[in-house]
């Protein structure tokens, strides 16, 4: 306990130098446990989203793999059409449990939006085999739609909220001078269908001059075991794709791999500059007190001692670091987590950025052990000092 005391009363001999040393080794703490809670969040985010599509399948037009996965994810993306006859001959396959077939559609609306800026309103034309495929999703209020080709829109609670409307209230679609009237209003899901609009396939169809077109055909099997084969029995059909839910997590997961490779270099440097900010100012700090050093070894000291001392300086520097790097990516996780939404391709809904008990636990020690490799060289340096040199050497 007393070595901690003087190695403590040491460093407040120079704050500026000490606190610019602990803020090297926090921001380095900071990076580091903000870019493995932001894989931990990514990915539990990402599978949750994909748990809550409802199907395992999607058959989409060909075209990018990652516009399929887009527009498996959020319902835009590559708008690719495909002719309704695809789904006709696929819903006779009886190894399927449960199929919906849905057209996308986006609009901008220059005056929409809470603050009337503009945004774009994505639109899904559905059957009520969507909701089958999707049994979580409730009605907040009003209900489906009265007829298979009607002028009536169903809204996702974020949808309704940024619109400001409520059932019975319309729903204008400025490019196409159409009104729909609001038919009822989703619960929310934590879902990209909680900013959809939905309204009738046939009615989408009508309304957007598509025609016998899909953009998109969820489906379910009986047997997830046999997605490769289902998969491989329509190889053949023209003009489709077939988008597994593995391979949507594997095309988003190789998108961010580069960044997250890139930034987990990024976040190595850091620690190496801090280790090496670490060890130059505790170096520092033995030089300055040479003669110091030399007088307590003359007054009994031994190198054990001296070794203790300052080796204890490295690991209050690191430790203090640590705890201020923890709160430091803790506070900032949600500003984190907006630039990430901004930057990538594709950020699923949920938390991004998670930040557990036992990660915060892991980087104080690392910090810890990055105190004890930092302070070997200093350490052992003023342990081996000779008590008539050091303090000639001071004077």
């Keep these: 306990m007393k070595i901690i005391s003087v190695a403590y ?22 990076v580091l446990v903000s870019l493995f809670g932001f894989d931990a969040g990514y990915q539990k985010a990402l599978s949750r989203d994909i748990d809550k599509l409802g199907y395992h399948l999607l058959v989409t037009a060909k075209g990018c793999p990652y516009e399929a996965a887009t527009l498996m994810l959020q319902g835009g993306g590559g708008l690719r059409y495909m002719e309704a006859d695809v789904y006709n001959r696929i819903v006779k396959d009886p190894r399927i449990d449960k199929i919906t077939p849905q057209l996308v559609s986006s609009v901008y609306n220059q005056e929409g939006g809470p603050d009337k800026r503009g945004t774009f309103a994505l639109y899904m034309g559905i059957e009520k085999s969507y909701l089958e495929l999707k049994p979580w999703a409730k009605f907040k209020s009003g209900g489906w739609f009265s007829g298979p080709d009607v002028d009536e829109a169903i809204m996702g609670y974020e949808a309704a909220e940024v619109e400001q409307r409520l059932v019975g209230d319309q729903v204008f679609i400025p490019s196409l001078n159409k009104v729909l009237t609001v038919k009822g209003i989703f619960e929310r899901t934590g879902t990209q269908d909680d900013g959809m609009i939905f309204i009738p396939l046939a009615s989408a169809q009508r309304i957007f ?12 099997l009986k047997n997830i075991q046999q997605i490769a084969e289902f998969e491989e029995s329509l190889y053949n059909e023209p003009g489709i794709q077939v988008v597994s839910l593995a391979q949507v997590r594997g095309t988003i997961l190789n998108l961010v791999a580069s960044a997250r490779a890139m930034a987990n270099s990024i976040a190595l440097i850091a620690i190496f500059i801090a ?14 007190r040479t003669r110091e050093i030399g007088v307590m070894k003359a007054l ?9 001392i300052v080796w204890t300086e490295t690991i209050l520097i690191c430790v203090f670091g640590g705890l201020f790097g923890v709160f430091l990516a803790f506070a900032g996780s949600a500003l984190a987590e907006n630039i990430i ?7 699923p809904s949920g938390k991004l950025v998670l930040i557990k008990p ?20 200093p350490a052992l340096r003023a342990s081996l000092m000779k008590p008539v040199e050091a303090i000639r050497a001071g004077e």
């Design 341 to 347: 939404r901004h930057t990538l391709p594709y950020a």
């Design 275 to 288: 280790v090496i900010g670490v060890t130059n100012t505790i170096l520092m700090s033995v030089f300055e």
């Design 358 to 377: 036992e990660l915060l636990l892991k980087a104080l020690l690392a910090t810890i052990t990055m105190g004890l490799i930092a302070g070997i060289y």
């Design 209 to 220: 001059d598509l025609s016998g077109k899909l953009t998109g055909i969820g489906i379910k």
């Design 300 to 308: 009994g000291a031994s190198a054990a001692d001296i070794f203790n």
């Design 9 to 30: 009363k040491n460093l407040k001999r120079k704050k500026i130098r000490t606190a610019l040393t602990v803020a090297g080794v926090a921001v380095a703490v900071a």
